[in-house]
C-alpha cells in the first residue's frame, strides 16, 4: 500500500535539492572573483524507488519514483591543465627574474649621466690631448688627476651598484627558501585538514581551492611535480621531497644551491636568481675587472719617437737601457704593460731627473687592480708634478734635467684611446681578446643588450603560454556570470514548480479531510 503523503515527501525533496542548487550557484556567484576558485556543482540523482524488489513488495505495477536527492558538491577541475599551468609557470617565473634582473644590469652599465663609465673615459682622454698643449701648465695637471680619480669614481660606483645587485640577489634566494617552507607547511595543513573532513565522506572543495592555488604559487618558485595520494598532496623538486601529507621538509638557501648542483632545482625563480647572480652579474663584473686591470697594466704596443730618452736601467725587448744608450737613435716599437707601463717611461717634473711611478695603482689590501680597487697613485694624487709628460732629457749625469715643454708622453697617453690593449692574455674569458677601451666597453654593452633582449622574448613567450593554459583553465573551472544567472533560473522555476506540487497535494488533502464523507450533512 503507497503513503497517502508519498507526493508530499517526493515535493519535499525536490524542494531541498533546489534549494541546495541555489545555494551552490550563489556560492559560485559570490565567489567568481576569488583567486583560485572553481565552480561547483550540486549532482543529482533519482532517490530510490519503491517498490524494492522483495516479498512484501505491492502488486501495483512498475516502481513508484520518490523524486531527487544530492549525491555530492563538487567541483570542476581538469587536472591536466593544473599540471600543464605549473609546468608553464616554473619556466615563467625564471625567465622573469632573468629579464628583471638584465634590465637592472643596463641601467648600471648603461649609466647616461655625466659620470657614467664612457663619459669619464672620453673625458680623461680628452684631459691627456690637452695636457699636451702646455704640459707643464698646472691647470691641465689638476684637470688630468681629477678626470683619473673621476675614473676611479665611476669603476667603484659601478662595481658597488653590481655587488649590490648581487647581495640583493643572495638575500632574495634566503627569502624565497623562507617562502617555500611557509607555502609548503601551509599546504600540509590543508592536506590534513581535507582528509579529515572527506573521511567523513564530504567534499572538502574550498580548501581543495586553496591547497591548489598555494602549489601554483609554489610552482613559479620551483619547479615542482604533484602528485594527489590518499594522505593529500605529495610534492617533490626533481628527487628531493618537499611536502608529503602532513610532514614538510625545509629547505635553506645552502639546500637550494645544492638542488641547483644536482639538477634538482632546474626551473622557477629560485633558479633565475641563482643563474642571474652566478652569470650575468658575476660575469659583468669579472668583465669590469677587466677593463679596470686591463686599462692599468694590460699589454699595448706603442712606438717611442727617435730622440727619447729611457729612463735609466729600463729594459724592453728584454734589453736594457743605460748610461748613453738610453737615447734612442730610432723610433722604437715595443709592449708595454698598459697605461702604467707608458707612464713609467717618462719623467715627473722633478730635478734632478726623476722617472714616474705607476699611474693608477690598487687600493691597500688589494693584491691586483680591479675595478673595486682601481685608484690613482696617491703619490700623483697628492703631488701633480708627478704627473710624467715628457720622454726626453738634456744634460748628461748629475746635470740632466727634464726637457721642457716636451709633450711626447702626453701625446702617448691621449693616444692610447684609439690604442688596442689585450684584454685576455691568459685566456680567462675576456668578452674582447684585443681591442681598443671603447671596443670593450661596447662589446659588454652589446653582449648585454643582446642577453637582455632573449630574456625579454621569453618571457614574453613564456607569459602568453602561461596566460594561454590560464585561459583554457577559466574556461573550465571558472565562473560564468551568464552560466551562472541560467542555471539560478532554472533552479528557481524547479523550486517554485515543487512548490506548486506541494500546494496541488495540500489542496487534494484538504479535500479528501474536509470534503469527502459529508454529503447530505
Known amino acids: 500500500m503507497r503513503s497517502t503523503f508519498h507526493l508530499l515527501e517526493t515535493a519535499k525533496r525536490s524542494l531541498f535539492t533546489q534549494q541546495a542548487a541555489l545555494n551552490t550557484t550563489g556560492h559560485n556567484i559570490a565567489n567568481a572573483n576569488t583567486p583560485g576558485f572553481s565552480r561547483q556543482v550540486a549532482n543529482t540523482t533519482e532517490s530510490i524507488p519503491i517498490e524494492a ?8 505495477p512498475g516502481q513508484l519514483g520518490t523524486g531527487v536527492e544530492v549525491t555530492s558538491i563538487t567541483r570542476v577541475r581538469e587536472k591536466f591543465l593544473d599540471d600543464q599551468y605549473r609546468n608553464e609557470n616554473k619556466a615563467f617565473g625564471s625567465w622573469n627574474i632573468q629579464s628583471d634582473t638584465l634590465e637592472k644590469l643596463e641601467t648600471i652599465v648603461n649609466e647616461p649621466s655625466d659620470t657614467g663609465l664612457r663619459t669619464v673615459l672620453d673625458n680623461f682622454w680628452k684631459s691627456w690631448s690637452d695636457l699636451s698643449k702646455d704640459p707643464e701648465n698646472v691647470a691641465g695637471r689638476k684637470i688630468v688627476r681629477e678626470n683619473a680619480i673621476a675614473l676611479a669614481d665611476a669603476f667603484h660606483f659601478t662595481s658597488d651598484k653590481l655587488k649590490d645587485l648581487q647581495s640583493d ?5 634566503e627569502l624565497k627558501s623562507k617562502e617555500i617552507n611557509s607555502v ?129 736601467n729600463t729594459v724592453l725587448n728584454n734589453i736594457t737601457y743605460t748610461g748613453t744608450a738610453r737615447k734612442l737613435a730610432s723610433d722604437l716599437t715595443v709592449t708595454v704593460k698598459g697605461l702604467n707601463g707608458l707612464h713609467k717611461l717618462g719623467y715627473t717634473l722633478d730635478n734632478p731627473v726623476q722617472a714616474a ?65 689585450n684584454f685576455d692574455p691568459t685566456n680567462s674569458g675576456a668578452i674582447l681578446n684585443s681591442g681598443t677601451v671603447d671596443d670593450f666597453y661596447r662589446s659588454i654593452v652589446g653582449q648585454l643588450g643582446v642577453q637582455a633582449q632573449e630574456a625579454s622574448r621569453q618571457l614574453d613567450n613564456q607569459k602568453a603560454l602561461v596566460d594561454q593554459v590560464e585561459s ?50
Open 53 to 60: 524488489f522483495g516479498i512484501n513488495r505491492s502488486n501495483a
Open 169 to 173: 640577489l643572495t638575500n632574495n634566494i
Open 184 to 312: 609548503s607547511s601551509s599546504i600540509a595543513n590543508l592536506n590534513l585538514e581535507i582528509k579529515k573532513i572527506e573521511s567523513l565522506g564530504d567534499d572538502a572543495n574550498d580548501l581543495r581551492d586553496q591547497r591548489d592555488l598555494l602549489t601554483d604559487n609554489l610552482s613559479k618558485i620551483v619547479n615542482v611535480q604533484v602528485l594527489d595520494t590518499p594522505d593529500g598532496y605529495t610534492i617533490n623538486m626533481g628527487n628531493t621531497n618537499l611536502v608529503t601529507g602532513d610532514t614538510v621538509n625545509a629547505t635553506t638557501s645552502a639546500s637550494l644551491m645544492s638542488d641547483y648542483s644536482s639538477g634538482n632545482l632546474n626551473s622557477g625563480e629560485v633558479q633565475g636568481m641563482i643563474i642571474s647572480r652566478d652569470k650575468f652579474v658575476a660575469d659583468y663584473q669579472t668583465q669590469l675587472d677587466t677593463l679596470a686591470n686591463s686599462i692599468a697594466n694590460g699589454d699595448i704596443t706603442i712606438t717611442i719617437p727617435a730622440g727619447s730618452v729611457l729612463p735609466n
Open 357 to 421: 711611478q705607476d699611474f693608477f695603482t690598487a687600493k691597500a689590501g688589494f693584491s691586483n687592480i680591479t675595478a673595486e680597487s682601481f685608484q690613482l697613485n696617491p703619490v700623483i694624487d697628492n703631488d701633480t708634478s708627478k704627473i710624467a709628460t715628457s720622454l726626453r732629457t738634456d744634460g748628461i749625469g748629475a746635470a740632466e734635467t727634464v726637457t721642457k715643454g716636451n709633450n711626447t708622453l702626453a701625446l702617448l697617453m691621449s693616444q692610447l684611446k684609439d690604442t688596442k690593449f
Open 472 to 521: 583554457r583553465r577559466q574556461s573550465v573551472s571558472g565562473v560564468s556570470l551568464d552560466e551562472e544567472m541560467s542555471d539560478m533560473i532554472k533552479f528557481q522555476h524547479s523550486y517554485s514548480a515543487a512548490a506548486r506540487v506541494m500546494t496541488t497535494f495540500d489542496e487534494m488533502l484538504d479535500k479528501v479531510i474536509n470534503g469527502m464523507g459529508i454529503v447530505g450533512r
